[in-house]
């Protein structure tokens, strides 16, 4: 929950400066057409409308900030469709009942603060709350406005025609508008889709404020900046974070037999096959092993699995007897500095399940396997890491 600042603060003083603006010089130029193209069709459509009733405006000044909402911030709730029309012409009608109620008060203050607060009573039992509203509704006060026709002509024509010019400028510009948040389509919403929603929900009912963003727009821009965290932490990780460093390794003329116990005792899947200085000469995995013994069919599966690790006691053996003999001489490596995001095509296109890491030297420091990856995945993913 946001903190409050103490009066007086530094930080409460810091709140009276301008916010900065975050859109690019083109954003910029964009809105301020839109607002030009908005108004100036908007009053020249009204304007040739205004022989039919004579006597009254053709444009009314509340519109101006309408025109902001609409052309800068089309996105936000307070600027679609039925907050601008629904909002200024129910406030243009508070507006008017407040001055027969000034009448009837004898007091023009107390009608006017009447007039915008039963305006702004009246946009949020309707969900049309439209900041302008209060402008309209006070215009009509201090105006003197009596007639219910002013609220139609020029307050609701005005109005909608403003709408009109911003479906057509916002949308020609690439901006959606009236603006709506579609799921993919054919998706169902994921377990933690949902979870992202209740807990949404339960935090805007703590806040309960009027925000000037929709929940659907805060949602997407929760979740892009989840994703964004996320591509970040995992672009920091490098091997050496994640990598194991206990490492179990044979060499070249090591016993299958002693291979195969080292497999099964460690309960691993690859030993990495070193040379003297430790550079990684290959790596020898279980699947090296069932090909080895010829284990394409179930049948017989211990018993060729046993001929082929049991060493021969003789001098001649028509079988393999050491790892140099079937072991994957071809081994993707990776150095310890290498970020950990290169190594996932690795992982789940090229069939790689693991990734010796080496350091100065080409000398074996690590090893990386599949379930180091998913962990490290996990683990960029939570937010509390």
Known sequence: MTQRAAFFSRAWWRAFRPARTRINTRERLRLVAGSLFGIFLTGLLCHLAGGVLPGLPWLVAPLGASAVLIFAVPASPMAQPWPVVGGNTLSALAGIAGVHGAHLLGSPELAAALAVASAIALMLALRCLHPPGGATALMMVLGGISSPVFAFYPVMLNSVLLVLMGILYNNATRRAYPHMQ????????????????????????????????????????????????????????????????DLVTVEFGTPLEEAWALLRERRIKALPVVDRSFRIAGIITVADFMRAADLDLYEGFDAKLRQLVRSTRSVYSDKPEVVGQIMTRNVRVAGRQRRLVELVPLFGSTGHHHIPIIGEGERLVGIITQSDLVAALGKAADPAA
């Open 182 to 245: 579609l799921p993919p389509p054919g998706a169902a919403p994921s377990a933690e889709d949902r979870q992202l929603d209740a807990d949404l929900d339960a935090v805007l009912a703590r806040y309960n404020q009027v925000l000037d963003v929709s929940r659907d727009d805060l949602k997407a821009l929760l979740a892009e900046t989840r994703l964004r965290a996320y591509d970040r932490k995992l672009a920091e990780v490098r091997c050496e974070d994640i990598m194991s460093r």
